[in-house]
């Protein structure tokens, strides 16, 4: 069972756009939201993080927004650049342990 | 710190072959992760250790895999008889909890399995 779930699957944008992620889960246990971006042939890496006890997090042109109403979380990119190209991935994790919920990740491909 | 090390960094093997996968985690970390990353099921936990000890494996496909932490520095992940629905990416991470950036986990470079 997916306990974190991620939309879309693949991203196509615009140099200049904005790509838009979402992430969505069920366990209210969930305490810490982190975005990890993998480019090919790399590991995943830390992009930014978030804890639900604020709306937004904003690092440069990535934003967390966060709804814990919804259980949702998403991920905005401005200005997306060739350079943001890559895969996204969502995960979640609780304070008792290390343990992360990975999304199925969403490759995006911002065309020049 | 030179980052989380994984050897080798491609593997191509035959069917029934055993694997050997290595993984040397950043100093001081007291958690190592390996996981597997395939095209049709995305990044999967097969397990993780804390202090060297197994805390959940539940994540292993099977008992052809199998995974150990002799001490802090290092750890291997098997898989015996390897068979070709293995071949994917086998990632190590490592993190030290409540440190740095929250619960960041330090992704190695990956092994490229493929088993014919």
Redesign the interface.
Known sequence: QQQVKQSPQSLIVQKGGISIINCAYENTAFDYFPWYQQFPGKGPALLIAIRPDVSEKKEGRFTISFNKSAKQFSLHIMDSQPGDSATYFCAASTGTGNQFYFGTGTSLTVIP | DAG?IQSPRHEVTEMGQEVTLRCKPISGHD?L?WYRQTMM???E?LI?F?NNVP??DSGMPEDRFSAKMPNASFSTLKIQPSEPRDSAVY?C?S?L?GQG??????????TRLTVL
């Open positions: 989380v958690y992760f099921r995305g990044l936990l993780y804390n805390i959940d990632f991470a993190s909890l950036r929250g619960n960041e986990q330090f992704f190695g470079p990956g």
